[in-house]
């Protein structure tokens, strides 16, 4: 058992930020996905996404490797939980044991990280210890490159469902054709900067007009049901990676 607990402190340490990681990606992604089919600035849309997402987070950070046998992060550091007196998969009680207590994983951290046993408080009350898996059909190599391509796949998958879920809004089509008909402009691309509350929205969409490529950020405001342009300008500096925020606040500060 001694060679089978070697490392896995910092191993889960780093499985454990991969999970975070990747849960968020996929979370996100699935956000814009549903935006394909339901307007994300519809009524009650936040309400039927964020909820069941934040519900899926949690189960996959809390319970994942009783639902899914193991996480994905443990897999890709090759390892994985088993009794501390026996080496074969705990019971169901014991995940959920050790699932409960990760509500408190700041302080589950510190003890794993003090822990000459290599155990957090989760695996003392489950009677769980984390290990070393004995075989893994990927070397560790293949592994990493596995992990970093689904993270990049996610990545895509958030940027481009992102551009075209907001171009299904209403917000965004009032807000371009407002700028076309006061401004000589082409649009260039998806939208790469989005706020969204309740009542108001402003986007950054790349475009393109005789002199030279620019951007346009178009400020809009909710009067009821319809949405209206406050304000449209023209901006010159170069806009780098692209980014989605939601607030449930009904005003822009």
């Not at 934040?54 to 193991?70: D, P, Q, R, T």
């Not at 076309?180 to 649009?187: A, L």
């Not at 949405?227 to 989605?244: H, P, T």
Request: glycine share 6%; proline share 3%.
């Amino acid at each position: 058992m001694e060679n089978r607990i070697n490392k896995t402190r910092r191993k889960r340490f780093l499985a454990f930020i991969f999970d975070l990681v990747f849960i968020m990606f996929l979370a996100f992604t699935l956000y814009m996905l549903f935006g394909l089919i339901f307007k994300i600035d519809s009524e009650g849309y936040q309400n039927r996404t964020m909820y069941p997402l934040l519900i899926m987070i949690i189960a996959y950070l809390f319970f994942g490797e009783l639902i899914l046998k193991n996480t994905l992060g443990k897999y890709l550091f090759g390892i994985e939980i088993t009794g501390d007196e026996k080496p074969e998969r705990p019971s169901f009680r014991s995940f959920i044991k050790r699932g409960l207590l990760k509500i408190i994983w700041p302080v589950e951290g510190i003890v794993l990280l003090f822990s000459k046993q290599k155990k957090r408080l989760g695996d003392l009350w489950a009677k769980t210890i984390v290990v070393n898996k004995e075989t893994n059909r990927f070397k560790p190599f293949a592994r990493l490159i596995i992990g970093i391509a689904v993270l990049i796949a996610l990545l895509f998958s958030f940027r481009i469902s992102m551009g075209w879920a907001v171009k299904k809004t209403d917000f965004y089509n009032i807000g371009i054709n407002y700028l076309q008909n006061n401004n000589e402009v082409e649009i260039a691309g998806l939208p790469k900067v989005v706020n969204q509350t309740r009542n108001t929205a402003d986007f950054i969409v790349p475009v393109s007009d005789e002199n030279k490529d620019k951007y346009a950020r178009i400020y809009l405001e909710k009067n009821g049901t319809e949405w209206n342009v406050s304000k449209a300008d023209l901006i010159k500096e170069q806009i780098s990676g692209f980014s989605y925020g939601y607030s449930f606040s009904s005003s822009r500060e």
